[in-house]
């Protein structure tokens, strides 16, 4: 009927499912921006502990520098909450598409409600701004 239009089925269906995971990517990512004050979780006092987790590009997963599974992670964001404290988050590649383990990391973070920085260095010297612009941590 219209074979220029439906003929490539699969790269059309291919198209629109890249299309609903950006548009996922944009609203977790404007949820931080707007629901988290990025620069309250650059900041570390006695009474807010900071917790910090990596995710490579492979899909492994850190915890405070030790590689951990997902239970791992929750337990600790739980602890992390009760102690009102707040997440340092690195993702190598972090301008690349993120690994599956990435999104549940962050929906994790997302789920317990807690204050988040992002790193664009492994040793979490800096912070995104909210210009998405790096700054040392003081």
């Given at each position: ?34 629901c988290f004050p990025l620069h309250a979780a650059d900041m570390k006092t006695e009474k807010s502990p900071i917790l910090r987790l990596s995710v490579l590009a492979s899909g492994k997963v850190f915890l405070e520098g030790k590689e951990s599974s997902i239970p791992e992670i929750r337990k ?63």
């Amino acid at each position: 009927m219209f074979p220029g239009v439906f003929g490539a089925g699969a790269a059309q269906q291919h198209v629109r499912t890249l299309g609903r995971v950006m548009k996922i990517l944009a609203a977790i990512s404007a949820f931080f921006l707007f629901c988290f004050p990025l620069h309250a979780a650059d900041m570390k006092t006695e009474k807010s502990p900071i917790l910090r987790l990596s995710v490579l590009a492979s899909g492994k997963v850190f915890l405070e520098g030790k590689e951990s599974s997902i239970p791992e992670i929750r337990k600790a964001l739980e602890k992390t909450k009760a102690n009102k404290g707040a997440v340092w988050y690195y993702r190598e590649n972090g301008k690349g598409e993120p690994p599956p383990q990435a999104m549940e990391v962050i929906k994790l973070v997302v789920e317990y409600k807690l204050p988040i920085s992002m790193s664009s260095k492994p040793d979490f010297s800096d912070y995104i701004d909210e210009n998405g612009q790096s700054r040392p941590r003081k």
